[in-house]
């Protein structure tokens, strides 16, 4: 008999996402995403300077701040047709860098790692143990035996004490964690040092942009950062090597820790290389550009369909209208007036709340399309894109994930078996130590530019008339654009394609389910009253719905999230 | 204030709040208010954070004292203020999911508590919040409540004998989400 569970809401960040999984012999048979937020906040921008647009984009979700700014500024500069000083790429490079190091981080150690991690079991660790193992997996000279003695008493105490603190909402103890307690005590050690260089990458961003969360330094036509190496209150040389500095432990943390654990720990989880594929037609945009035009990229874009690299196509540039003319988004299943596919200029935004209805409306998330195909986005797709393109990096620091999970599981692990909820967890680490690296290259290319005597970081938009266009931004949970029609100077229409509308969007007309529906069906559910397993898998999306809602519960204990009907 | 001083000043002041979202914007209000109308001293950093989420340790880690404006989820009227310190705001564990009405303020302080990192005294002001949807600018019941969540600010400053001294004249404060310009301003 088959049964239904409703996990309401799935992320651990802010925004309301709703999961329901139909559950039949202990397997998914159908699933349903619904985001529960009205994506009306684009007519905030109808009417305003659309230079300012950004200051207002950077504030539709609080977590993703610094890629909504970037995706808006591309976009009205792509209306007007502004290049922008070679300076100014570069800052924003490296802060989009630094932002998605940050992100990643975050993600795995702090937002899904007690999916796999079990905490309790790291108790019964031993300390030098797990310091021999962790020196076999990599060089990260901060795995002694007394820093793993002393986070396992720290946990002890906590553990005696009756608090779980920070740990307190994880499936600890269930059937499904297989990592040996050794395992389980690198995962919190590193869970703690995480948030030491998480930190560090967030340092990077408030250098170059004045602050965070909200960066202040973006200009329609490049930044407001002034370049005088001798001057203390500009970028100097200073500046530069604080920055320098930061890069390089950030450099060493992603490869020695992030990516070495989730290849360690994926590794003990093999099983989860054959579940969670749900939707293999791929879309990544380009980023990193390296000119002025925005032609060249440092990381490549473009599509893959049915799971076939062979199939792959280039998304090339700013203008590439392959890019553009291809999208539509429908609303056949979301709480809009109609079902109507649209173009994102011509979008529309006309509430029309039911209640969830199972086979008719039931998410204020709308389903985009590209050349009517459902699309996954994310680093998997952005990775994938890198290996059949053959961006080199991409292809090295695969094959090195690759080869380190494939040993310590001790089975090959090849491309086609990445289209998984595990696959999505690699791809991310994979994609974090290129961004290492080309966060590095940008570093230098920026400091030779203001060595050669360029100081420039800004040209004067020109606005008249009738003027459309799109940016788009490769963030760190995927394909964003941003869309802008401006009329003499005003913004007409203001549209935003998020990540996490492409993957976590509602079936469409042709009944066709997104990613993330697709991909929970088929994944095993040991214990319906906690389904770690649709945790996993959505989880491995990292899901943020750009919903901003919330005032503090410091009062209420609202713990019923998992309802089995 | 230098970004180093940001990074370590003891004393941090942080509004949260989505300035997009009607009465959300409480936070950023009385943050603008404050920096408008006082100077304060280099042990004390006062910022608007938005709506960071888990991304707030950043900028709780290593702080001595730590005040946080926010609207909160109570019983009562709108506008009502209600103060919490650091116990009632860790009391209740954060669930599975974490809420929206929940910013990530409980995860990140027990995250950093684990870490031994975290702040020593922690006072909220809260406010009870009429309407949070997509909105610029808040309802009258919360602007009427800016001055008292100042105050309570203010008081709070004075008695870790960092006291804010008034500028004079007083500044405008720089509420740019509210200014007028689309066709909702």
Known sequence: MSKRIVVDPITRIEGHLRIDVEIDGGKVTKAWSSGQMWRG??????????????????????????????????AVENAVGVEIPLNAQLIRNLIVSAHAMHDHIVHFFHLSALDWVDVVSALDADPKATAKLAQSLSPWPRNSIQELTAVKDRLAGFVARGQLGPFANGYWGHEAMKLPPEVNLLGVHHYLQALDYQRKANQVVAILGGKTPNIQNLAVGGVANAINLDNQSTINMNTLFNIK???????AFVKDVYLTDVCAIGAMYPEWLGYGAGVVNYLAVPDLPTDVAGTQFDLPGGTIMDGDLSTYKAITNFEDKYFADNIVEGISHSWYEGDKELHPYEGETIPQYTEFQDDGKYSWIKSPRFQDRVMQVGPLAQVLVGAVSGHEPTARWLKFATDLAGSVAGIPIKTEMLHSTLGRHLARAVRTA??????????????????????????????????????????????????????NGKIKNYQAVVPSTWNAGPRDAKNRPGPYEASLVGNPIADPERPLEV?????????????????LDVEGNELGSVRTL | MNPD????????????????????????????????????????????????????????AGRQKLIL????????????????????????????????????????????QFAGDDPGEILLVGVIPGKIGHALGMTDALRAAVPAAEAAVLEELARWGHAAVPREPRGEPDLWWEKPGGTDG
């Open chain 1, 245 to 251: 500095n930061l890069l390089d432990e950030m450099t």
């Open chain 2, 69 to 112: 404006v926010d609207v909160v989820k109570s019983e009562g009227d709108p506008g009502e203020l209600k103060l919490y310190g650091k116990d009632e705001i860790l009391r209740h564990a954060p669930g599975v999911r974490v809420s929206p009405h929940d910013p990530g303020v409980k995860e990140a302080l027990l995250a950093l």
């Open chain 2, 5 to 60: 001083n940001i990074k370590t000043a003891p004393i941090g002041v942080f509004g949260l709040g989505n300035v997009l979202m009607g009465d959300d914007s409480l936070g950023p209000t009385v943050v603008a208010h404050l920096l408008a109308g006082y100077e304060f001293s280099d042990a004390v950093v006062v910022e608007d954070l938005g709506t960071p989420g888990l991304d707030l340790h950043p900028h709780l």
């Open chain 1, 535 to 551: 945790l996993r898998t959505i989880h491995s999306f990292d899901p943020c719905i750009a919903c901003a809602v919330h005032a």
């Open chain 1, 41 to 74: 906040i684009e007519n905030i921008l109808i009417g305003r300077d659309p230079r300012e647009a950004w200051l207002f984009t950077q504030r539709f979700c609080g977590v993703c701040t610094t890629v909504h700014a970037i995706a808006s500024v591309r």
């Open chain 1, 434 to 487: 290129v961004i290492c690296e080309k966060a590095q290259e940008h570093w230098k290319l920026l400091v030779d530019n203001i060595a050669s005597g360029d100081t420039d970081t800004f040209n004067e938009p020109v606005f008249s008339g009738l003027q459309m266009g799109y940016g788009f931004h490769e963030a760190p949970r995927g394909t964003l654009s941003h869309f802008v029609v401006i009329e």
